[in-house]
């Protein structure tokens, strides 16, 4: 079994950056797919990015390219959401979610999640 542990987000002016971090624990997740999503009030749930392979496959959201990073760290067993230039619009709580194959951008495909954390970017 998988538990992820997320940690980080808070509040922030726009233009400012945020990092999240996500622990598992259970099993090492080096050839595990790990991904970031969001839900924002009022609104679907909706794919961030995701890493795949310990950091040799990452991919991005378009409304996210250029502003978030994804990263893998092996000896932690930990992802990592690097968010830059945040704006208004990125409000929204965060999820981690590891899955074996993660070959999907759709949430209901994903095994494991984390509890979520508040990100809440003021204009």
């Known amino acids: 079994q998988v538990q992820l542990v997320q940690s980080g987000g808070g509040s922030v002016q726009a233009g400012g950056s945020l990092r999240l971090s996500c622990a598992a624990s259970?099993?090492?997740?080096?050839?595990?797919?790990v991904g970031w999503f969001r839900q924002a009030p009022g609104k679907e749930q909706e794919f961030v990015a995701v890493?795949?392979?310990?950091?040799?496959?990452?991919s991005y959201a378009d409304s996210m390219k250029g502003r978030f990073a994804i990263s893998w760290d092996n000896a932690r067993n930990t992802a990592y959401l690097q968010m830059n230039s945040l704006k208004p619009e990125d409000t929204a709580v965060y999820y981690c979610?590891?899955?074996?194959?993660?070959?999907?951008?759709?949430?209901?495909?994903?095994?494991?999640w984390g509890r979520g954390t508040q990100v809440t970017v003021s204009s």
């Open positions: 979610a590891a899955d074996p194959q993660g070959s999907t951008r759709d949430a209901v495909d994903w095994d494991y």
């Open positions: 259970g099993r090492t997740l080096s050839s595990y797919a």
């Open positions: 890493i795949r392979w310990s950091g040799f496959s990452t």
